[in-house]
């Protein structure tokens, strides 16, 4: 098969080009249909529409998924059960986790509590046979860095299903040795932004689901390669890549970014969850102020 690009058209149409059961891995950031302004897309279908075109281009994933592959699903609240039930039921795929990306610096809401989380499924074609590399992405226990306990794993262990932005802003709620899918949104200030697309994913969050679900030389599909991000972990981690873009204008800002990439490189981001964000500065606290009882 004829990889290492991206293609400009229709994921439907490209994926019934591939041929039958000859990806490795695929991840897919589709849009959400919530309104985003995309270029050449219309992100505000009805609801039967959006969720008959899922069918189709989620069947069409599946048939070029090898036997023992990987399907990679982000999407947000709004037809996440939906798309569950639809890869498990109509797919038949099996769910081995359902990770929540959790990030602070969440999108304001007006009348609702501000959105700060997205949904990654993990679904296999296989439940017995299928690729899962725990030693490429274990992380430090708890028993290692807090207890000093010698029965703790020297390799360390695998990371929990919730990835947390900034563990410094969350001490009382979770250990930050525990949770450890700490990856924040790409924001306009950060230095990997690409400029070009608003819906860019963190390369440290693809390449922990590059890692643990596929091999070097096997081959990463993104059918809707957005800026690219998939397709230039793939590259940096000696993968074959191939994508599907609906807008040309991206599909040539995705090319100069793959261009400049040279197998190996590292990530972008920093690796270390802990220098993600600068820490807050500590101030002396204000001295409270009694407030006088109304009831009781």
């Not at 690009?5 to 000859?22: F, N, Q, T, Y």
């Not at 690796?271 to 002396?284: E, F, L, M």
Request: with cysteine; hydrophobic share 35%.
């Amino acid at each position: 098969m004829d990889c290492d690009k991206v293609l400009v058209g229709d994921c439907l149409k490209h994926l019934a080009d591939l041929p039958l059961e000859s990806v490795d891995l695929a991840f897919a950031d589709p849009p959400f249909n919530i309104g985003y302004d995309y270029d050449v897309y219309h992100d505000k279908q009805d609801r039967a529409s959006y969720l008959d075109w899922s069918q189709q281009w989620m069947s069409a994933v599946v048939r070029v998924l090898k036997p023992t592959g990987t399907f990679w699903l982000a999407i947000g609240d709004e037809y996440a059960a939906e798309l569950k039930i639809l890869a498990q039921e109509s797919l038949g795929l099996t769910c081995r986790s359902w990770v929540v990306w959790y990030y602070t610096f969440g999108v304001n809401c007006k009348r609702k509590f501000s959105r700060s989380h997205a949904h990654l499924f993990h679904f296999v074609k296989d439940a017995k046979n299928f690729t899962f590399n725990a030693d490429e992405i274990r992380v430090p226990s708890a028993r290692m860095t807090t207890y000093a306990d010698s029965r703790a794993n020297p390799k360390g262990r695998l990371p929990d299903d919730t990835w947390v932005l900034r563990p410094q802003d969350l001490t009382a709620g979770w250990n930050a040795e525990e949770d450890t899918w700490y990856y924040p949104r790409v924001a306009g200030t950060f230095k990997e932004r690409q400029g070009f697309h608003g819906c860019q994913m963190p390369e440290r969050l693809l390449e922990r689901i590059v890692r643990v679900s596929s091999n070097e030389g096997e081959i990463v599909l993104d059918p809707f390669a957005g800026s690219g991000t998939t397709l230039a972990v793939a590259k940096k981690l000696y993968r074959s890549y191939l994508g599907f873009e609906l807008s040309p204008d991206y599909v040539e800002a995705i090319e100069a970014r793959l261009e400049a990439i040279i197998e190996g490189d590292p990530p972008a981001g920093p690796a270390n969850p802990r220098t993600s964000a600068p820490s807050t500065p500590t101030k002396p606290r204000r001295r409270r102020t009694k407030v006088p009882k109304l009831f009781g």
